[in-house]
């Protein structure tokens, strides 16, 4: 005891005090709360939206509304659909970080599971599009060349023809798509994110999706090939001049310089 | 004006100031102030290669040596062309996944190219003379007796012809020489058959179906829902038709759907079907297709010259350098619920032209 009343005078000793009281505080709420009523509905989806409403409300509700319903910070998220969920939270656009011209993709904090159950939640919202099967999103299912054709009709306008994405207005951009999960390419197609326009079944069936989506991983997947090396960000000819121009010529400026430079004289002056 | 004179008159202008000066101030002094005085070469010095014969058998040996590089590379590129398959692919490390073939060539082509050009760059540096000469241009006038031929040809030549005295050859030849060059202005107007009206008129016309591009059916106004973005095509044009090109550059439309009450261009509004807006695809700058759609803003962009127009607000010109928001073409709904056209365009679409007015 003599040892412990030597040191109450620490400086470190009130935060020691407060750990402790808070650490008792904690184990005595977790030991005498009333456990959660979810045993008393058994089907597991409806399961998945009491979960996901409970997530829900600690990580959209404060701009999308307790009840979905939307805010002047955030869209009402009625009718959006699993598919938009499942996009939103699995690329970590959702939940924003910040208001901006555009939600960036950042790393995401959910389990699938979790993302199943806030978007089992928001799909009981209001019909909208379902998370897509496997077989509607595998590239080796898709048609390379017309899914080329497709891409270059509805999508290279702003992701640029081979998908690098580009700049759109007051900040807000098409994001580059490489490397990007297949099923978020399809979900993004259907349900338009943020400012993209969505391509709904009627006007881009689902086989056209799955064929842009066999082109996108053909020109930007990991097995991807680049016949001819450099290819200076695919944003065609515009960076490809500037890089022979500035860089190719520069260098053999720099090269002309440091030759004529050098003295090749015996005394060196 | 002489010939001699362009050395000699570079020399004078060099010592000009000296001379007068001496002249006026008489001082012989006055000579070392000149601050222009030509220093003249500086004196050659020697090169390594020069004074020791071991260094300059190292550089032969250094050039010798890069264009035998050149020669292996040339034969490795030879070889390379033979051996490697056109769909080989390869790992390359900062490159990714690149064809073989592409590689060797260039590598082995790139080595051969460059040893040349060093080796004689350090062959010119190490071991050809380096003392430097000075090479007097030649005069550009000519002597005063090619003149005076010349002079006396031409006033020969005028005589005999007698182009002075016979004044209606003179004038006669003047004319014809005058009018021949009208035949090759004439000759212009078979570069092609004037426009005639197909700057206004598109294949858009009454009663004509909004065929979606991507799947080759007619719309109905359920396809599409608000924030998606389709495009179409006229009832009838086929890609692989002789004239789909021709006639797709003037018609391609663009459909959107916005909300009605977000809609700011009554006229905008009744053109449409229930909030579907079809407008041309074609900028009106200098034609580009402008679609790049921000479905939250109703803006379009155009990926050219960054032209923008709020398609809620008749397509009206945001930013950027078009001149006319986009034309909009009059839709409404048929019996059978198909979307379809109640007319052509009413104005030329694209970029303007000097008689659009």
């Known amino acids: 005891m003599k040892k412990l009343s030597a040191r109450r005078r620490h400086p470190l000793a009130a935060l020691v005090v407060l750990l402790i009281a808070l650490a008792a505080t904690g184990g005595l709420y977790a030991t005498f709360a009333p456990t959660g009523k979810a045993q008393a509905e058994e089907t597991s989806q409806s399961l998945a939206v009491e979960e996901g409403q409970k997530l829900f409300r600690v990580g959209c509700a404060s701009c999308h509304g307790t009840g979905g319903q939307g805010s002047s910070d955030g869209p009402s998220l009625v009718g959006v659909g699993a598919a938009a969920v499942d996009f939103q939270v699995a690329t970590g656009r959702m939940p924003l970080q910040q208001q901006g011209a555009q939600a960036p993709k950042k790393p995401n904090i959910y389990t699938q599971k979790e993302i199943d159950q806030l978007a089992a939640y928001v799909a009981s919202l209001g019909p909208g599009p379902a998370v897509p099967e496997e077989s509607q999103y595998d590239p080796a299912g898709g048609d390379v060349a017309r899914g080329g054709d497709l891409f270059r009709t509805n999508c290279a306008q702003c992701h640029n023809f081979t998908g690098k994405g580009g700049a759109l207005t007051d900040g807000k951009y098409a994001p580059n798509i490489d490397g990007v999960d297949p099923k978020h390419m399809y979900e993004a197609m259907q349900t338009g994110p943020q400012n993209m326009p969505s391509f709904p079944d009627k006007l881009l069936t689902t086989t056209d999706k799955q064929d842009i989506i066999a082109y996108l991983d053909e020109v930007g997947g990991d097995e991807a090939e680049s016949p001819g090396g450099f290819s200076l960000g695919g944003l065609g000819p515009v960076s490809e001049g500037l890089f022979a121009w500035v860089f190719g010529l520069g260098a053999l400026v720099v090269l002309t310089i440091w030759i004529t430079a050098r003295s090749a004289k015996a005394r060196k002056s | ?357």
């Open chain 2, 1 to 357: 004006m002489s010939s001699q004179a362009g050395p000699d008159n570079e020399n004078n202008g060099e010592h000009l100031p000296t001379v007068r000066e001496g002249e006026e101030g008489k001082g012989v002094a006055v000579e070392e102030r000149d601050p222009f005085a030509n220093p003249g070469l500086p004196p050659h010095e020697p090169r390594k290669q020069d004074i020791d014969e071991r260094a300059a058998k190292r550089s032969e040996r250094t050039v010798a040596l890069l264009f035998t590089v050149s020669m292996l590379a040339t034969v490795a590129f030879i070889a390379a062309f033979v051996a490697i398959d056109v769909d080989k692919i390869v790992y390359i490390f900062p490159l990714g996944r690149v064809s073989a073939l592409n590689f060797a060539l260039g590598v082995t082509l790139g080595i051969a190219l460059f040893t040349i050009g060093a080796g004689a760059i350090h062959w010119s540096r190490t071991l050809m003379s380096d003392v430097e000469v000075i090479q007097e241009r030649h005069p550009i006038a000519a002597t005063e007796e090619t003149e005076a031929i010349s002079k006396a040809d031409w006033r020969q030549g005028t005589e005999e012809s007698a182009i002075g005295s016979r004044k209606i050859i003179r004038r006669t030849m003047l004319g014809a020489l005058t009018l021949v060059p009208l035949a090759g202005v004439v000759l212009l107007r078979d570069l092609g058959p004037l426009p005639g009206t197909k700057l206004r008129e598109t294949m858009w016309a009454k009663g004509k179906l909004l065929i979606n591009m991507n799947t080759d059916e007619p719309l109905r106004p359920a396809d599409i829902t608000v924030g998606s973005l389709s495009f179409a095509k006229p009832e009838g044009l086929k890609e692989g038709d002789h004239n789909f090109n021709n006639e797709i550059a003037k018609a391609a439309l663009m459909l959107v759907r916005i909300h009605p009450g977000d809609i700011k261009d009554r006229k905008s509004a009744d053109w449409g079907h229930e909030g579907i807006l079809a407008y041309s695809k074609i900028c009106t700058h200098v034609g580009c297709p402008v679609s790049l759609y921000e479905q939250q803003t109703h803006h379009v962009l155009c990926p050219c010259h960054q032209s923008t127009f709020d398609l809620s607000d008749g397509a009206r010109v945001l930013f950027g350098p078009a001149g006319h928001p986009l034309p909009q073409l009059r839709i409404t709904v048929n019996d059978e619920g198909y979307l379809y056209a109640l007319g052509d365009f009413d104005e030329p679409v694209g970029p303007s032209f000097w008689e659009r007015g």
